[in-house]
């Protein structure tokens, strides 16, 4: 099933692409003619087709990317430059439960960031917020200080505990642009391919195992990684015993038993 999202500025084709099959959600930043580049209305349009695509049972993984050959060139300046009132208006309208920064941080469902091109200022927040991340070896993570501007996306929040202080200083305070080679021994990604296409396919292939596992214990894992950024270690392993002893009562934990006495792949149904 594939829907469209069009953001207050009328287009033929949509901003947002989701298309959903086979317990995989994917989502597509869909302006190739502006290198993917963000409108002030897309933001919130991101943000509810995340959510959306996170409320729905039947998805199990959400793979993010981007049309064509870029990831997104982040907020469209020279749009952004004549509606400077409405920029101005912002912190006065923002909508947490909209922006995609904080939806990416908040939902169960995993989320794999396919970083098919180039991503430069929100972008970069958007990739580094997804739980896996798969560059093409050519793209770039461009900073958003070389526009003096600042990635309110948060990842000057997430970067440093990724990276280090240092290269996270490296990256802001030098412009210096991150390759895939270099995010890949960074471990700010996972994994490099190829080319764009590659990237694609190679999230779709990770996505697609991750939609065999249980999806309750990924959601719950999850969860849990989340609250371990700020639980003390005594109160993180009572979560965790809470978090457990549900799942012991799941048709899903039950056929993974029977699976393993019966040496067979096990099918999960979320149940």
Known sequence: MQVGYRSARERSVPDILLETSDHIATVTINRPERKNSFTVEMFDV???TLREAA??????????TGAGDTFSAGLDLAEAAGQMERLDRIAFTFEADRSPAIVLQEIDVPVIAAINGAAAGYAVGMAIHADMRVMARRARLIPATKRNLLPESGDTWLLPRLVGWEQAARFYFLGEDMTGEQALAAGVVSEIAEDSDATKMRAADLAAQI???????IKAAKRLMRAGRTDEYSEHVHRALLQLLPLFRTKDFAEAVAAFFEKRQPHFTGE
């Not at 409320?55 to 993010?64: K, Y």
């Open 55 to 64: 409320r729905d049972s039947d998805v199990r993984c959400i793979v993010l």
């Open 46 to 48: 991101l943000g509810d």
């Open 211 to 217: 939609a065999r596992m249980p999806p309750q214990a």
